[in-house]
C-alpha cells in the first residue's frame, strides 16, 4: 500500500541498533498491519538477541560520554527534539493511525502529548540538583545524583509514541543511555521517532530502537548486567514475567501496568460534567488505555438520568477507519481484543445485565460502542480489563459501599469520582486506592503530574518532577576534615 508522508524519510522498516539503521543479521522479519483493514503496511527486522547485545554495548558506550554531557547540552538535544516532532505533526501522526487504528485527530493529540515529554524533561535537565549536609564539625556530605548508566524500555502499542517519550526523554535528561524495544504492533511511530532524534543531533548509540520478537529481545535485556534499570509498560502478567527475569541482575524497575479504573457519579455530581467526562475517560483510543474507566458505579438518585444522557452520548459515536474525519471509534488491534470485547458483554447479559440503546456490532476488528446497565461484581467485566468501547453501569446507593467496591480490585492505577460536595470530594478522594484520582474530571494524563499505580497497577511514576528521580542513582559523598 501507498503511504502518503510530506516526508517519506520518516518510514523506516530498518532497526536503529547503535545509531545505524539495520535489517537483522538472521534475514528474518515480522509484518505489520494496519488494524483498520488488515492489510500489511510492511515489514520489521526481527532482531536478534545477539544484536540486542550489539546495542546495550553502544549504549554503554555512548552514556559514558553522555554521563559528562552538560544540562544545557541535553536541554538543547531534547528541546530540538521536541520541536521536529512538532514540525512533523502530520506526518508522525499518519503513521500513528496507520499502524495503531486510532482517529487522526486522537493521533494528533498523541504527538503532542508525547512532545511535551521532550519539553519537560528538557527544563527538568536543567534543574537537576542534590544537596550539602553539615552534620559536625569535621563532616560534610554532598548527596549527588548521578544518572543510573543503560536503562531499557519495552512499550505497548497503545500509545506508540508518549509511552516512548514518557520513558527516553527523562533518561537522556538524567544522563542515561536507553535501549527501546516497541511493540512489534506499532514500530513504525517509534522508527520515526529515531529518525527525528538522529536529526536533533543523537550521539551514535545513546538511543537504539530494536525491533523484533519480545521472547528473544525481552530476555537479553532483562539479563544484561549492564542495563541497570528497565521500565515497562504493558500488562500485569508480562510486567510480573520481567520482574523475575531482572531478579538476578537487581535491575531498577518503573513498571506501569494494568489497571481497572472505577468511575463513580455521586446523586450531587453535575449531570452534564459527570456524562462528559465518562465518555472522556471511557472511548478516548477505543476504550485501549490503562486509564480508561472500566467499571462506572452511579448512586440511585441520578442513575436513571445519568444513563439517558451517556446513551444519548453514545448513540451519536461514529465507528470506522481513523482516516476518516467523522471517525470517533477506531479499530481494535486485532482479532483477540475484539474476542475479548465480546466475552465481556456476552458474560454480562447471560448474567443479568442489559443493553441500553444498541447491542454490539463486530465487523472484523472494528466493535461497536456498548452502554450495559444492572452490572453486577460476579460479571468478567468487573473484575479484568476489557480494553474496548464497553461501558458498564453499576447502581449503588451509599458512598461506603461504592468506595469499597472501588477498591475491591487487585489493581490501583486510576480512579475518577464525580460529586459537588466539598467534604465528600475530601473523604473519597483520601479513600480511593489509587495512584491518580480525577475529581469531577474524566482525565489523569498531564506531562506535569507523576503517572502510575498501586498495587498490582505497578512500580515507579513517570513523568512530572519524579519521573527524573526514576532515571538518577544518589551518591552520599562524605568528606572527612581534620
Ligand atoms: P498488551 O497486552 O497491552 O499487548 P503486553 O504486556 O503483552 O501488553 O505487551 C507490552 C509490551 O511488552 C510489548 O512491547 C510486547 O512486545 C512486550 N512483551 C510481551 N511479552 C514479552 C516478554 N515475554 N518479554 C518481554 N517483553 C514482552
Sequence with gaps: MTLSLNDSDLFRQHAFVGGEWKVSGSGKTMTVDNPSTGETIGSIPACTADETRSAIESARIAQIAWRRSSAAERSALLMGWYQLMLDNLDDLATIMTLEQGKP??????????????????????EHLQGSALVPTADRRIIVLKEPV???AAITPWNFPLAMITRKCAPAIAAGCSMVIKPSELTP???LALAVLAERAGLPKGLLSVVTGYAQEIGPELTSSSVVRKLSFTGSTKIGALLMRQSADTIKKLSLELGGNAPLIVFDDADLAGAVAGTMVSKFRNAGQTCVCANRVYVQSGIHDAFLEKLAAEIASLKTGDGFDPQTQIGPLINEAAVAKVKEHV????????????????????????VLLADVTSDMRIAQEETFGPVLPVFRFENEDDAVQQANATPFGLASYFFTNDITRAWRVGEALDFGMVGLNTGSVSMVSAPFGGVKQSGLGREGGALGLEEFLEVKSFHMGLP
Excluded: M
Design 104 to 125: 487522526l485527530a486522537e493521533a494528533r493529540g498523541e504527538v503532542t502529548y508525547a512532545a511535551s515529554f521532550l519539553k519537560w524533561f528538557a527544563a527538568e535537565a
Design 149 to 151: 548508566g543503560v536503562t
Design 188 to 190: 513504525y511511530s517509534a
Design 346 to 369: 456476552d458474560d454480562a447479559l447471560a448474567k443479568g445485565a442489559r443493553i441500553v440503546g444498541k447491542p454490539l456490532e463486530i465487523n472484523g476488528r472494528f466493535a461497536s460502542p
